[in-house]
């Protein structure tokens, strides 16, 4: 029963990481099209608190919940799907950070434009465009996590 529960756990928390991940993605692509600098600043606030508090939370216990399924099943961690699995969660969080800290620039900068009423900066819609660009290793890392998971 323990194992039923942690698994239901484990496919939640990837929905969720999922979800989150290209939701944000999506909403910051949308808003970022309007060029409406007070409408960017309070998305981007948003983006950043999102990203902290379910895509990060959800990645922690997706790995936790997996690690707690190896053992429960007896599955040695040095099979090669599992390796793989490990070195993706690991290639995607370093990039997540990354990604955070872009999301980060991009809504202090936003708020600076906004409370000072200028446009927004060069530096702005470059943390945006490699916020994009450091996205997708860490978007691809995930997937392949997700297709080890499911085709183990």
Not at 53 to 59: D, K, R, V
Not at 121 to 137: A, F, G, K, L, N
Request: glycine content about 6%; overall charge positive; proline content about 3%.
């Amino acid at each position: 029963m323990l194992f039923f529960w942690i698994k239901i756990l484990h496919v939640i928390s990837s929905a969720i990481l999922l979800g989150t991940g290209l939701g944000t993605a999506f909403y910051m692509f949308c808003v970022n099209q309007q060029k409406n600098i007070k409408l960017i600043a309070g998305v981007t606030k948003q983006v950043v608190f999102v990203d902290w508090i379910f895509t990060g939370s959800s990645a922690v216990v997706q790995f936790f919940t997996g690690m707690m399924l190896l053992g429960i099943k007896g599955y040695s961690p040095f099979l090669p799907w599992v390796v793989f699995s490990v070195v993706g969660y690991v290639i995607a969080a370093f990039y997540w950070f990354v990604v955070v800290y872009l999301q980060i620039r991009c809504r202090d900068l936003a708020f600076d434009a906004f409370q000072n009423n200028a446009p927004l900066s060069e530096q702005y819609y470059r943390c945006y465009r490699w916020w994009w660009i450091v996205s997708i290793p860490t978007f691809l890392s995930l997937m392949g996590v997700f297709y080890l998971m499911v085709n183990k």
